[in-house]
């Protein structure tokens, strides 16, 4: 029959349609280069790196335990509570029930923001426990939803029945009904895991104190090219497909068995649930943190608040390894993104903020003074670096990173007459339409078109604002841009489009690693910008948070951050090194000093407010031109 | 018997804390002008003025639920095929297929929408396998199908899932009846197995419509700073913006619309189980 051949090739597809992408992860977590698109060889290193990375480990860790937890306390509490709704009046039941169908019929961002909200409202610290309890609000519902019907079908009169013969109403519920509504209770628990395990939205909302779950750890890390991703995603299909495998042949098993002597188990979805465990149990031993190091601040902890892709390979490990403390890493995109944390007082001992928002921080009374006596770092700092106007007296902030803004450009399509006459107006030439990179940050968004405007981007002016938005909307909208953050650097790397906006610093990376690509600072002026260290006033573990200022303003430490991520080093000496070495020749890794259009970003919150408006509406107008 | 309802109290007060107060308190945001507090707040509607005389927010609404309706349309068209194929073949087989669906469903979903970003990046397997066919050599990450492609990606199992219920559910002697009769293959189909399988396919529907309207992962990593849904927009509003209050605004309006399609939908389907038991009777 015609029909039958249709169907298998339908599904053919379907099925290769499903797998394509999960056997694509698993070819590529065993490449030996970085690349996503051309397997050069066997490697077992992203394999060696997951398993050296501890916040790897741990999201593994904290995805299961919070699953299993999660699973056995909204399946005990979902049956307990379906039991009692079914006997309850019918109006509470119909509220209740209705209540109980929030999380399932509101879009998941709707239950998230609702919590976080619930949360941050009434002083909860966000972290392991406010993940967990959320997990709990949401997967109750789906056991109810489940358990409900099985109920419903059920004699009423048998729990009287079984009291009436002497049950007590415990025993009548535990010998009579559950083992009568189990399969409806083991098939709540399965739906409930799975949401559990799978859950980012909500996670991605309620979590703090650097607590993260898998798919947390997936978002944060997937700007880069990370084949790490691909090697901790292969670990848990492998197990997955194991285990599905053993459940589904011990049935086959049985059934053969079965027909030799007839009782077995009663329930078929009881090997599903071992599974399950055994699952569980293997992910956890392996996932399972390793014991911290010895040291002076043994058991203690830090948590620092940086950029992604902001340190060097080792400098965290080194850290760990000389003071016995461990460190949590949180990542943020944009200044923004941070301070909203930080203002809902998430507690974190370290922060890398830009210069304005230190500045805001300062003022809005955030972080608190740096004990100098604790430091020994302040002379190995650049001239250049310190006493900047929003710190004068490096009160608060002692330098990390620095540098400029500027264009990044693929020197065999773009001519650097082009880029001299136009400056930043490059970006709406229309001979590059499509082949360009915006930068995701309000601030530099707002410098480029207010440079190219030949304005001062700390105006407060509305209407210079006002035309450096116009001036932005019709970039974006007539040049289609592609709108990004750090996904600019690989992609510059492999010479993806013709120009981009991009910090001084992610050019030195990019030109480091092609040859073809240039970095340009129009004669309009540029951002001069600082990120620094700071420690808020929630900070929990002052003491070690000036230690750690200390180890990375280190040679060793300062030179394995800015050799590894690009970015120009505060520390003169690293800087002087470097510049003759791995960055020599590029521009991009010296910032400009003698360019009097070039300008440090001033706070004012009003400006602020305006700006961060009108680009949240580029972005809009960017995707609706699409 | 009275015992067994006092079971449900914790219940009750633990879904009021969890479930109602946070619906609750965005309703209240949405309202109140106090930025991240809510001592000393004042009633106000201007952030729903906002998002209706703004146009580009309702233009990205528009086409929020344009693709999600998209999306939709494409797990029914698709969806429907595999389901009924599965629901034909033999018991055993049906059982492997349908594990072979829920499969990838373990897997982080996060993890299998990344997995895309390699095989539509430039120079990846997609662009080279369209090349050889010659079908372009355009971009294909970055853009409103690899949005798409995500989205059907992420959210067919849903529909292939319950569609395959429904129909496997169905009395076969049905069937049989129906041919009995003297009605074709098609007929049978059209008369018979498809309206059996309808509740299937609407709940299929608002299982994938309600993720994908309001999903914001999927366009963030397939589709690029650039491309906004109404998800970002509200996730932009709390982790970047810090506008609590008219993203919670902005949420309010969704998980409204969002509700009353639901119940629309359900109504509909109501209705027409109605007809059919009218029918019987």
Redesign the interface.
């Known amino acids: 029959m015609k029909k039958r051949y249709f169907?298998?090739f339908?599904?053919f597809l379907?099925?290769l349609?499903?797998?394509?992408?999960?056997a694509?992860?698993v070819i590529?977590s065993f490449n030996s280069s970085k690349s996503?698109?051309?397997f050069t060889g066997f490697s077992l290193q992203w394999y060696e790196r997951m398993f050296n990375n501890s916040a790897m480990m741990e999201s593994l860790y904290t995805t299961i335990i919070v699953a299993v937890i999660a699973t056995i306390v909204s399946t005990v509490?979902?049956t307990?509570?379906a039991?009692?709704?079914?006997?309850?009046?019918k109006i509470?039941r119909e509220i209740?029930l209705q209540?109980?169908d929030?999380?399932i019929?509101?879009?998941?961002?709707?239950?998230a923001?609702?919590?976080?909200?619930?949360f941050?409202?009434f002083g909860v610290e966000r972290g392991f426990i406010t993940m967990l309890?959320a997990h709990?609000?949401f997967c109750?519902?789906y056991v109810i939803l489940s358990v409900m019907p099985k109920i419903r079908s059920l004699d009423p009169n048998l729990?009287?029945a079984a009291m009436d013969l002497g049950c007590t109403?415990w025993q009548a519920?535990v010998k009579v009904i559950v083992p009568q509504i189990m399969p409806g209770i083991i098939s709540g628990a399965l739906i409930a895991f799975?949401m559990s395990?799978?859950d980012?939205?909500i996670s991605y909302?309620v979590t703090g104190g650097g607590v993260k779950n898998?798919?947390i750890m997936?978002?944060t890390m997937?700007k880069r090219v990370n084949p790490s991703?691909?090697a901790i995603?292969t670990l848990?299909?492998a197990v997955?497909?194991v285990s599905?495998i053993i459940v589904?042949i011990i049935p086959i098993i049985k059934e053969k068995r079965q027909k030799q002597n007839k009782t077995m188990f009663k329930n078929k979805k009881t090997p599903i649930i071992l599974s399950f465990l055994a699952i569980a149990t293997a992910i956890t031993l392996i996932a399972w943190p390793k014991q911290s190091q010895v040291g002076k601040y043994q058991g203690q902890t830090l948590h620092v608040y940086n950029w992604g892709e902001y340190t060097g390979e080792n400098v965290i490990a080194a850290f760990e390894k000389e003071t016995g403390a461990k460190v949590i890493m949180d990542l943020f995109d944009?200044n923004?993104?941070m301070?909203?944390k930080v203002?809902?007082g998430e507690p974190y001992d370290i922060l890398v903020p830009s210069d304005y928002m230190i500045e805001r921080l300062i003022q809005e009374d955030l972080v608190q003074k740096l004990d100098k006596s604790q430091l020994n770092c302040l002379d190995l700092i650049n001239e250049d670096v310190k006493g900047l106007p929003y710190d004068k007296n490096n009160d608060y902030s002692i330098p990390y990173f620095w540098g400029t803004v500027g264009i990044v450009y693929d020197t065999t399509k773009v001519s650097e007459e082009d880029l001299e006459k136009e400056g930043y107006n490059i970006f709406r030439n229309e001979k590059y339409k499509g082949d360009i990179y915006?930068y995701?940050s309000e601030r530099d968004s707002f410098m480029m078109a207010l440079k190219a405007l030949g304005y001062s981007m700390n105006t407060k002016d509305q209407k210079e604002l006002e035309e450096a938005y116009q001036w932005l909307v019709d970039c974006?909208t007539t040049m289609k841009?592609?709108?990004?953050?750090d996904?600019i650097i690989d992609n510059m790397v492999?010479q993806?489009k013709a120009l981009g906006l991009i910090y001084s610093g992610d050019a030195a990376y990019v030109m480091s690693e092609n040859e073809n690509m240039g970095f340009y600072m129009p004669e309009t002026g540029t951002n001069l910008w600082s990120d620094a260290m700071v420690i808020p006033k929630n900070a929990k573990n002052v003491e070690l948070a000036h230690e750690f200022i200390n180890f990375v303003s280190s040679f060793d430490s300062a030179y394995d951050n800015s050799s590894y991520v690009g970015y120009t080093s505060p520390n003169i000496e690293v800087m002087d090194e470097l510049s003759t070495t791995d960055f020599e020749g590029i521009n991009a890794y010296t910032p400009r000093s003698n360019n009097k259009n070039d300008e440090v970003f001033v706070y004012d919150e009003d400006t602020r407010k305006v700006i961060?408006?009108y680009w949240?509406?580029v972005?809009?107008?960017?995707?609706?031109a699409? | 018997m009275k015992k067994f309802s006092q079971l449900a109290v914790p219940y009750i007060v633990w879904s009021a804390i969890m479930l109602l107060l946070p619906v609750l308190l965005i309703a209240f945001y949405s309202v109140t002008d106090s930025g991240n507090s809510i001592v000393n707040f004042k009633f106000t509607f201007a952030h729903f003025q906002k998002f209706f005389t703004d146009s580009s927010f309702l233009l990205i609404l528009w086409r929020s639920i344009l693709i999600a309706i998209k999306t939709t349309i494409i797990c029914v068209l698709i969806g429907y095929p595999v389901a009924y194929f599965i629901s034909r073949c033999q018991e055993r087989v049906q059982n492997i297929l349908v594990l072979v669906i829920t499969l990838p469903m373990w897997i982080n979903m996060l993890v299998r929408t990344y997995a895309w970003i390699g095989i539509l990046s430039d120079g990846g397997i997609a662009q080279t396998i369209l090349q050889f066919f010659g079908l372009g050599n355009s971009s294909l990450l970055y853009t409103e199908e690899a949005v798409l492609l995500g989205m059907v990606y992420n959210f067919i199992p849903f529909m292939i899932l319950q569609i395959n219920t429904s129909l496997s559910k169905m009395d076969k002697s049905l069937l049989e009846a129906s041919a009995d009769l003297g009605a074709n293959h098609f007929l049978t189909f059209w008369k018979v197995v498809f309206p059996l399988s309808l509740p299937g396919v609407i709940s299929g529907i608002s299982l994938v419509f309600l993720p994908a309207v309001s999903s914001f992962f999927i366009p963030k990593l397939l589709g690029g700073g650039q491309f906004f849904l109404i998800g970002n927009v509200i996730e932009n509003q709390f982790i970047t913006v810090g506008e609590w209050n008219f993203g919670s605004a902005i949420s309010m309006i969704m998980a409204v619309i969002m509700m009353l399609s639901m119940y629309a939908v359900r109504h509909v389907e109501a209705r027409n189980s109605g007809k059919r038991k009218e029918k019987k009777a």
């Open positions: 169907g298998k339908l599904m379907m099925i349609f499903f797998y394509l992408p999960i694509f992860m590529f996503l698109t051309h509490v979902g307990i509570a039991i009692g709704l079914s006997k309850s009046k509470v209740v209540i109980n929030f999380p019929m509101n879009p998941e961002i709707v239950t923001i609702g919590l976080m909200l619930l941050i409202t309890l709990i609000a109750i519902p729990a009287d109403p519920l799975t395990f799978d980012f939205i909302f898998l798919s997936v978002y997937s991703i691909n995603s848990v299909v997955i497909t599905l589904n944009s923004e993104q301070y909203i203002a809902n915006l995701d974006v841009p592609e709108i990004v953050t996904e492999q993806r961060s408006n949240s509406k972005k809009i107008a960017a995707s609706n699409q």
